[in-house]
């Protein structure tokens, strides 16, 4: 369930010889001026200066931001990295209790090895990221017109194409093509069920996880990740999941690929083919209205005779479609799948 989390480290000490990079401040190529720095750390009685520092790793990522508002004072220490990815090297199935303990103790010892001494349990929650990766009857895109009629409570929501996306500043709900993802990553997806549709929830803000999830340290959230799973069915059906859509017919990615399969079985102008049955489908009522109104607005007989036998060449072929059957699916089932299984 866990995968994002960002840790603010409220006590923390770098030793010598750490293994940080430091980012000294700039220089003006012309006047020479030397921009602003500030204390990141002390180590041994001494100051160490600069405009941040950092360490990244596959695994874990590490900044020093300076307090600006309280110069002289140690930096911001937070800690970012995802809890399946350390417990297993990947983040497509989650962790449970024993996964999530022995991914800290993983942060834990990493950060002893790179010179910073902490107690992770400690540490407060900057973020957290609860996700499922669930698998769908249809690919992504095969909900994406259910997605984009999701609304969330005060929230914008944006459209990427393989994501749709729910929030503000504070907080986030995001459904994505997980297998997409993991491709564009160069990462294997051999194994993986074909169509893997992942939904996460985001507190971005160690404000909106408090008030999300009610903890703020690390030890709390170790003995409350049930009900961090509690949380986020709760907050899924609340902000996405609290109305109906209609019983509407919709033709499925599975539809499509069987029409258009049959439509290359019989013609090599398949996708014509296809395309003039369909939306003889949809004017089948109207047909012979749009006969005579073709007679009406044609410049000469021949070319109505001309588009009048396409049209019905369209009806046959139209005909051939409704024997495969009218779709089985609607807005509504497409809804109730993904709501199910979000919130199971």
């Not at 874990?60 to 220490?77: H, I, M, Y």
Request: contains cysteine; proline residues 4%.
């Amino acid at each position: 369930m866990l995968d994002t989390l960002k840790l603010n480290l409220e006590e923390f000490e770098v030793l010598p010889g750490t293994d940080l990079q430091l980012q000294p401040p700039s220089i003006n190529a012309g006047s020479g001026a030397i921009g602003a720095e500030h204390v990141l750390w002390r180590t041994n009685g001494r100051e160490v200066r600069g405009v941040k520092a950092w360490h990244n790793s596959e695994r874990f990522n590490v900044t020093l931001n300076p307090r600006r508002e309280a110069p002289g004072t140690q930096a911001v220490c937070l800690v970012q990295f995802s809890v399946p990815k350390v417990a297993h090297g990947g983040n497509y199935y989650p962790t449970d209790h024993k996964g999530t303990v022995a991914a800290l103790a993983a942060v834990q010892k990493h950060l002893d090895d790179i010179g910073i001494k902490c107690n992770v349990t400690r540490a407060s929650v900057a973020r957290l990221d609860a996700a499922k990766t669930i698998e769908g009857r249809e690919p992504f895109s095969g909900y994406a017109p259910v997605l984009s009629r999701l609304q969330g409570k005060r929230t914008e929501r944006r459209d990427y194409g393989n994501m749709f996306l729910w929030g503000n500043t504070r907080w986030e709900a995001a459904f994505y093509d997980k297998l997409e993802e993991m491709r564009r990553l160069k990462l294997s997806v051999a194994g993986l069920p074909a169509h893997s549709v992942r939904a996460e929830l985001r507190a971005l803000k160690a404000v909106k996880v408090r008030e999300m999830f009610g903890f703020s340290t690390v030890a709390q959230l170790v003995d409350g990740l049930d009900h961090v799973r509690a949380v986020y069915r709760e907050q899924m059906e609340a902000q996405l999941f609290r109305h109906e859509l209609p019983a509407d017919p919709v033709l499925s990615s599975s539809d499509l690929v069987e029409q258009l399969e049959a439509a290359r079985d019989r013609s090599p102008y398949w996708f014509r083919a296809w395309f003039r049955a369909w939306g003889m489908q949809q004017l089948a009522r109207d047909a012979d209205a749009l006969k005579q109104a073709v007679r009406l607005v044609a410049p000469n007989r021949m070319t109505a005779y001309r588009i009048i036998r396409e049209i019905e060449q369209g009806e046959r072929e139209g005909l051939a479609l409704q024997k495969l059957g009218p779709s089985s699916t609607t807005w509504g089932a497409l809804y109730d799948e993904l709501k199910e299984k979000v919130l199971a």
